[in-house]
């Protein structure tokens, strides 16, 4: 009779687990736009991150994620998908030469570049995670401003 017990105790132990590991993490849409582009040259990368230590991260060695969007008629709009919840930041960069990487002059960049929650940028105010970043907890959409030095 302990056996049978102790097998069914067995059974429900190994339904429930499998029940949780059935259960799929839900997941949000992120939708970016950026608008006023200089011209319609090139393409827009647009850069997500995760992480406080990626960010910001002008090769783009350490983002989440990278999509490169179409400009049409000065606007550029991409969509990451199934993004599980949490806290995230977003750089762009209109890549007018499309080699993928920020082309400076002698310091500043010389392609526009922006992050998510700034409207400008300097040396009061370089871009961090904390304040760049967002929580995302539903599908969100979001406008970055595009920002030449």
């Keep these: ?3 049978v017990l102790n097998l069914l105790q067995l059974i429900l132990i190994i339904l429930l687990l499998s029940s949780f590991q059935n259960q799929k993490q839900e997941t949000y849409n992120l939708t970016i ?3 006023e582009l200089h011209n319609s040259s090139g393409t827009v990368l647009f850069v997500l991150y995760n992480r406080e230590d ?3 991260d002008e090769h783009y060695k ?3 994620k990278k999509v490169t969007g179409k400009i049409v008629k000065g606007t550029s709009t991409v969509t990451f998908e199934s993004l599980p919840a949490g806290k995230y930041a977003v750089t762009i960069l209109h890549d007018e ?3 993928g990487k920020i082309k400076k ?3 500043l960049p010389k392609e526009g570049i922006g992050f998510s929650n700034y409207q400008s940028i300097g040396l009061s105010n370089k871009p961090s995670f904390s304040k760049a970043s967002f929580d995302l907890q539903s599908d969100k959409a979001i406008k970055i401003k595009i920002i030449y030095l």
Excluded: Q, R, S, W
């Design 1 to 3: 009779m302990k056996t």
């Design 33 to 35: 736009e950026v608008k």
């Design 54 to 56: 990626a960010f910001p």
């Design 62 to 64: 350490k983002c989440l």
């Design 97 to 99: 030469n499309n080699d």
């Design 105 to 107: 002059g002698m310091i």
